[in-house]
T-cell receptor
């Protein structure tokens, strides 16, 4: 079974530029999550989708971050414009409805200069 | 809101030593509790879980017991190996479609 796929693995941009991250969850997983992990901290939830609807986006900085999940499968997370404090690893995870276990991708590491 | 507190690291042990990583939580309702592990160069993966009070999760020689009275879920292993070197994250998931909340992780290094 294929795992959660994310791209790109690494991205370096300058502040005020934009960046987009892509995630393909495990087939059949209705729930998709984007987490931000700053160095030395645990993952922090940015947004949770169930199918193509948003369940929780309370911690998403909506003035600069946006996310969509078209057709309830792939998802894209965008940052525009980026700030220095956005430097982090962006983790995508998926799960089946009703289970607690999250399956994570390897993450996309963003450096903002 | 929900929160998870882990013992601060890093933790360095010799091979075959006993491991305890403390984890306490604050949550409304009755969450499920998890330990995830991140090996060097890999993504986070589930190590073990417990879904109700007094449940014991176990995997790969690791164990943790859901203690509702002390709101804790401490991770233990009787004899660690070099291959256990990793970052360990305690997490909770609220009931129904609740979100998962993670601790800040504890880095374990096991020396031969």
């Amino acid at each position: 079974e294929a795992g959660v796929a994310q791209s790109p693995r690494y991205k370096i941009i300058e502040k005020r530029q934009s960046v987009a991250f892509w995630c393909n969850p495990i087939s059949g997983h209705a729930t998709l999550y984007w987490y931000q992990q700053i160095l030395g901290q645990g993952p922090k939830l940015l947004i949770q989708f169930q199918n193509n609807g948003v369940v929780d986006d309370s911690q998403l900085p909506k003035d600069r971050f946006s996310a969509e999940r078209l057709k309830g499968v792939d998802s894209t997370l965008k940052i525009q414009p980026a700030k220095l404090e956005d430097s982090a690893v962006y983790l995508c995870a998926s799960s089946q409805v009703g289970t607690g276990e999250l399956f994570f991708g390897e993450g996309s590491r963003l450096t903002v200069l | 809101g929900d929160s998870v507190t882990q013992m601060e690291g890093p933790v360095t042990l010799s091979e075959e030593a006993f491991l305890t990583i403390n984890c306490t939580y604050t949550a409304t309702g009755y969450p499920s509790l998890f330990w995830y592990v991140q090996y060097p160069g890999e993504g986070l993966q589930l190590l073990l879980k417990a879904t109700k009070a007094d449940d014991k999760g176990s995997n790969k020689g690791f164990e943790a017991t859901y203690r509702k009275e002390t709101t804790s879920f401490h991770l233990e292993k009787g004899s660690v190996q070099v291959t256990d070197s990793a970052v360990y994250f305690c997490a909770l998931k609220g009931p129904n479609a609740g979100k998962s909340t993670f601790g800040d992780g504890t880095t374990l290094t096991v020396k031969p």
